[in-house]
């Protein structure tokens, strides 16, 4: 794969999944213009991920049926459309709507790792997925910094115009430059979604999906509750300077790029269970928000390096497993991550009104010691044996 491939496919997957997380820094200030009050606020987030979770199941598993690099431009120019009706929201319900409509549509991540994944050869593929998902860390991090400084110069709805122009030209990019994606053989989508559903029950693929819940549930929790006891007392920080937490959050996420070539060289699970105890150990600084920031910014990194080790880890032991349904295996893992996503996000606006930043702190380190257990017990094995019987089965349905 071509460095200038990788680099298109990762900025596809930064302004994707920046639809779905630019908010985050800026809640408090939506909720006031939309008149949402502070105990929702977690669901301008949470809208995003379910129509997320929509787009796993009905739209991911077609890369593996249809020409990967048309897919992915035409769902880039259906996330522009969401985030133009969330520019333009005259009321919460319309800015719910656009949410959920960029958020169906941004599982053009899930399509472009599938791309990569495939277009890979074996002794690469952990490389490359590093670098492609780089661009999600990227994406959602990147997004808060820019989001904060626009939102202060122009507001809130400024965020979403410039997703739409720059969704608008990566489309274009995408049917100009990205190589065809010819697909082996004509498979029918009823046989793609009983393939994905066939996955739920293989235990390797079960446990590392769970391990995403807990993980992406973790993550959730601190980002899209943090913008809430930063601009309160003691601190009182701007929209801007909550955004900056983010450049803290992409260095430790990008100091973990190199986990996918660990995973090339057999080290995944191993990778996993380390980067989870860092995760555990996150939610200890990041408990003392309320008297230290230095120790807040120890926290981020730590979390975002553990994620994105964790997240690299999981999709290259997928791939790994189910070379055949890429699309399919991607994007069944991450109906996980959306559900996980969508969790911290609700639930941690509603503990920090309820019981201030002690009850984020606790439900952030309970769900990353749920996913140890979960690594603890999940199977060694590839599952690739076990799991090709059931496919074929699905395939000659």
């Known amino acids: 794969m071509h460095g200038r491939t990788r680099l298109l496919l990762a900025a596809v997957c930064g302004v994707a999944v920046a639809s779905v997380y630019a908010g985050q820094p800026v809640l408090g200030a939506m909720g006031r213009d939309l008149d949402v009050p502070v105990d929702s606020l977690g669901w301008f987030v949470a809208a995003g991920q379910l129509g997320y979770l929509a787009g796993l199941v009905l739209l991911v598993p077609l890369g593996d049926m249809l020409d990967r690099g048309r897919l992915i431009a035409a769902h880039l120019g259906l996330v522009a459309a969401g985030a133009l009706i969330t520019a333009a929201a005259p009321a919460a319900w319309a800015a719910f709507a656009g949410l959920a409509v960029a958020g169906l549509f941004a599982v053009v991540v899930q399509t472009a790792v599938a791309y990569t994944a495939s277009a890979s050869p074996p002794a690469e593929r952990g490389r490359n997925l590093g670098i492609v998902t780089s661009g999600v860390v990227i994406g ?133 269970g380390i980067a989870l105890a860092l995760l555990l150990a996150s939610w200890a600084a990041i408990g003392q928000l309320s008297w230290s920031l230095p120790l807040l910014v120890l926290g981020v990194v730590l979390l975002d390096f553990a994620v994105q080790a964790v997240h690299v880890s999981n999709q290259h032991t997928l791939t790994t497993a189910y070379p055949d349904r890429t699309s399919t295996v991607i994007g069944a893992y991450m109906v996980f991550y959306s559900l996980g996503s969508a969790l911290g996000a609700a639930a941690t606006t509603a503990l920090y009104d309820a019981v201030g930043w002690t009850g984020p702190t606790v439900l952030g380190a309970t769900l990353t010691l749920c996913a140890l257990v979960t690594w603890a017990v999940t199977p060694r094995t590839t599952g690739r044996d076990v799991t090709r019987p059931q496919l074929q089965r699905a395939e000659k349905v």
Do not use: K, N
């Open 140 to 272: 959602i991090l990147g997004s808060r910094v820019a989001a904060g400084i626009l939102a202060d110069l122009w507001g809130w709805r400024s965020i979403y115009l410039a997703l739409t122009a720059l969704a608008g030209v990566l489309a274009l990019l995408v049917l100009t430059v990205l190589p065809a994606d010819a697909r082996p053989r004509t498979v029918r989508y009823g046989q793609v979604l009983r393939s994905l559903g066939g996955l739920f029950v293989q235990p390797v693929f079960l446990g590392r999906g769970l391990i995403a819940f807990f993980l992406f549930a973790s993550f959730g929790t601190l980002w899209s509750g943090m913008a809430l006891p930063l601009a309160g007392a003691p601190w009182h920080l701007s929209e801007a300077q909550i955004g900056l937490f983010g450049v803290a959050g992409l260095a430790g996420a990008l100091g973990a790029a190199r986990s996918g070539r660990w995973g090339d060289a057999g080290h995944a699970r191993r990778v996993t």
